[in-house]
């Protein structure tokens, strides 16, 4: 069964600075990761995806990279402000059955003003 | 663009009652997926259906059973509520063999209270 698992489950910045949130996987023979962002009891906005024979994939300030041999997905923040303060939770499917998503624990940011 | 809808937004249930909860998915998609939030939880998968038939099954109660009609829309039936089936149910949608990415939209969710 694949686990997916993301640390620090909780993470406090300043704003403005850079921050690295981190995911792995025990299967590695997945077919997509995607990174979402959960705002308190709300619902799941799709940040970036990327297919398993991609290295990484860029949307603004995010960069999210891939290293699927080591089981590990790095979601890059970059000049971190108020507004990102979420829970950032990170998915992945495998190469065979239906699709469906495995989820992180999540990390959850605050960006201190 | 269409996204995928889901209704009710907020549903209070007694226990030991039935709740019935819709998705709508986005429009050619082919794949509808459920999963269970807890409180403080992580998203679990709990059923998917590809073309109207049964895809896959994750952690789905006995009690809850769900299909996908011919329109693609999709429900989620809960019988014999528990307090413990008070979570945010998250519907998605994708487009599984015409979009390489395979990519799930997801839905807002419905709120489910049990009391």
């Known amino acids: 069964k694949q686990e997916v698992t993301q640390i620090p489950a909780a993470l406090s910045v300043p704003e403005g600075e850079n921050l690295v949130l981190n995911c792995s996987f025990t299967?590695?023979?997945?077919?997509?990761l995607q990174w979402f962002r959960q705002d308190p009891g709300k619902g799941l906005t799709s940040l970036l995806l990327i297919q398993s024979s991609q290295r990484e994939q860029t949307s603004g300030r995010l960069n999210a990279s891939l290293d699927k041999s080591s089981g590990r997905s790095t979601l890059y923040i970059a000049a971190s402000q108020p507004g990102d303060s979420a829970t950032y939770l990170c998915?992945?499917?495998?190469?065979?059955?239906?699709?469906?998503?495995?989820f992180g624990t999540g990390t959850r940011l605050t960006v201190i003003p | 663009a269409a996204g995928v809808i889901q209704s009710p937004r907020h549903l209070i249930k007694e226990k030991r009652e039935t709740a019935t909860l819709k998705c709508y998915p986005i429009?050619?998609?082919?794949?509808v997926y459920w999963y269970q939030q807890g409180p403080g939880q992580d998203p679990q998968f709990l059923i998917s259906?590809?073309?109207?038939?049964?895809?896959d099954k994750g952690s789905i109660p006995d009690r809850f059973s769900a299909q996908q009609f011919s329109d693609y829309h999709s429900e989620l039936n809960m019988s014999s509520l528990e307090l413990g089936d008070s979570a945010l149910y998250f519907c998605a949608s994708s487009a599984k063999y015409r979009d390489p990415t395979r990519e799930q939209y997801f839905g807002p969710g419905t709120r489910l209270t049990v009391t």
């Open positions: 299967d590695s023979a997945i077919y997509n």
């Open positions: 429009p050619r998609h082919d794949t």
């Open positions: 998915a992945v499917s495998l190469q065979t059955g239906a699709n469906n998503l495995f």
């Open positions: 259906f590809y073309e109207k038939m049964q895809s």
